[in-house]
């Protein structure tokens, strides 16, 4: 469903294994013993007046809709590649920032919607649902979009879609769930900006990273998948990236196929048959370009140079902004070469290999 984080679970994301575990679990216990729902229920009302602020922590957790929980799961589910990027410590530094963060916001937009509408919001959805919205911050700013289909000849499908969808369901969930959006989104850019140096307020330490590392990750770690591990005594990291390539040979050309039979009588558009330009064959690439003349200087030299793609220079901040995101300097530069140094498109292969 979701193309943009790849195929391989919950592979390298332990914190969102655990959210999705612990939370849905506690909402399907609440499901069944409903005469306890009450201490979850997120009261503002409760939290200003009666100085409740236990409402706070059990009301901002746990969800008590089970569609709210199903969309919200979705997108965590779909946000773990943050996890694998950034690190569980720096992921669940995000995730406890915005928490603290939204909960201000939360108060402040009910103010200021009693204010202009005279209206009081006594309740709002409860769950993990602010620090889920304020993840779309780094989604929409860090994933790079790439065109998937189109529907009707004019409406584009991209990789990003869907997931824009289920989030358009969860705010249409509930009357007052635009509030925990808007209360996520300002959360999200404040401290994904790291305004008036929130990175630095709220942060996981490292004491809590190391005993979460040592007594929880063990119980939500999920093994390494089939099609990443060693496949016998000789594999290499070569062979396993010459089995990614051809993995995305295959794409290619069904993507080329695809497209040209929507487009036999009509120019080219742009879209997927480009990538077919952006990424020939990672396998092949260079052995069907038209050979190169040498210089008449050079006669004395070899006739035969190796390919250009190979030799193309690479800017190296573009390479340093890869090895940031996690993934290592010769995938950055493979992925550069082949995308003619194109950091969207580099970016979006490694993510999906």
Same mark, same amino acid.
């Given at each position: 469903m979701f193309t943009t984080t790849g195929s391989r679970g919950l592979y390298k994301a332990p914190l969102c294994k655990g959210l999705l575990l612990v939370l849905n679990g506690l909402t399907v216990m609440l499901t069944l013993l409903p005469q306890f729902q009450d201490m979850f229920v997120y009261s503002l009302q409760a939290v200003a007046h009666q100085h409740q602020v236990w409402r706070l922590l059990c009301g901002r957790l746990i969800c008590l809709d089970v569609k709210d929980s199903f969309c919200s799961s979705l997108l965590i589910y779909n946000f773990r590649i943050f996890e694998r990027r950034f690190g569980t410590r720096k992921f669940a530094s995000f995730l406890l920032g915005t928490w603290f963060l939204s909960a201000l916001v939360d108060f402040l937009l009910a103010q200021a919607f009693q204010f202009l509408f005279e209206?009081?919001?006594?309740?709002?959805?409860?769950?993990? +649902?602010?620090?889920?919205?304020?993840? #779309? !911050? $780094?989604?929409?700013? @860090?994933?790079?979009?790439?065109?998937?289909?189109?529907?009707?000849?004019?409406?584009?499908?991209?990789?990003?879609?869907?997931?824009?969808?289920?989030?358009?369901?969860?705010?249409?969930?509930?009357?007052?769930?635009?509030?925990?959006?808007?209360?996520?989104?300002?959360?999200?850019?404040?401290?994904?900006?790291?305004? +008036?140096?929130?990175?630095?307020?709220? #942060? !996981? $330490?490292?004491?809590? @990273?190391?005993?979460?590392?040592?007594?929880?990750?063990p119980l939500f770690s999920s093994s390494q998948p089939n099609d990443e591990t060693p496949m016998g005594m000789g594999a290499t990291l070569d062979i396993q990236r010459q089995q990614r390539m051809d993995l995305l040979d295959q794409q290619l050309l069904l993507a080329q196929y695809n497209e040209a039979r929507r487009n036999v009588r009509r120019q080219p558009q742009g879209g997927l048959l480009q990538w077919t330009r952006l990424f020939p064959s990672l396998r092949h690439r260079g052995q069907n370009r038209p050979p190169v003349q040498p210089h008449p200087e050079a006669q004395t030299h070899q006739s035969t140079q190796p390919p250009l793609l190979e030799n193309s220079p690479v800017p190296e901040e573009q390479v340093a902004r890869l090895v940031e995101m996690g993934f290592s300097r010769i995938d950055a530069l493979e992925a550069l070469r082949a995308s003619n140094n194109d950091i969207n498109m580099a970016t979006n292969f490694l993510l999906q290999h």
């Open positions: 209206y009081e919001v006594e309740e709002l959805p409860a769950g993990l +649902l602010a620090p889920v919205f304020s993840l #779309f !911050v $780094p989604f929409y700013q @860090s994933i790079p979009r790439m065109p998937v289909t189109q529907v009707l000849g004019h409406i584009h499908i991209t990789n990003k879609t869907l997931v824009y969808i289920v989030g358009l369901q969860l705010l249409t969930s509930s009357p007052f769930m635009w509030l925990l959006a808007l209360s996520g989104l300002i959360s999200g850019g404040l401290y994904h900006s790291n305004a +008036l140096w929130l990175q630095k307020v709220f #942060f !996981v $330490p490292v004491w809590v @990273s190391s005993v979460g590392k040592y007594i929880l990750e």
